[in-house]
């Protein structure tokens, strides 16, 4: 049915999509606007904001000390490479070849 009119008037079909649109981000903006607002006034649940900031704060603690872990392993495995490139002679010589690079 949405093909015959698309076929039938183009131009109406694409203007009832873009009302169609432009309600839907209204929705959107309406939903937003009004979480926001809720943020500053009453009713405030310190105790569930508390929780959530628990939540995303130490229960993540693990999934960021496994990146970091992880990570620290590949900047060691690319320090070792370059240990055994530059034969490693002195700190001093090896960081200006470092920083020049």
């Known amino acids: ?3 015959l009119v698309i076929l039938k008037n183009p ?3 694409l203007g009832s999509r873009t009302v169609r ?3 839907e981000l209204g929705r959107i903006a309406l939903f937003f ?3 926001f607002i809720l943020l500053f006034f009453p009713p405030l649940q310190i ?3 508390k929780q959530q900031i ?3 704060g130490m229960k993540s603690l693990f999934v960021i ?3 970091g872990a992880f990570a620290g392993m590949l900047v060691g495995i690319q320090g070792g490479d370059i240990k055994f ?3 490693f002679i002195d700190l001093q010589q090896l960081s200006r070849k470092l920083l020049c690079s």
Do not use: D, P, W, Y
Request: a positive charge; one cysteine or more.
């Open 1 to 3: 049915m949405e093909l």
């Open 11 to 13: 131009v109406l079909a």
């Open 21 to 23: 649109m432009l309600m």
């Open 33 to 35: 606007s009004n979480g």
């Open 47 to 49: 105790s569930k904001i």
């Open 54 to 56: 628990f939540f995303f």
């Open 65 to 67: 000390c496994l990146t």
């Open 85 to 87: 490139k530059l034969k």
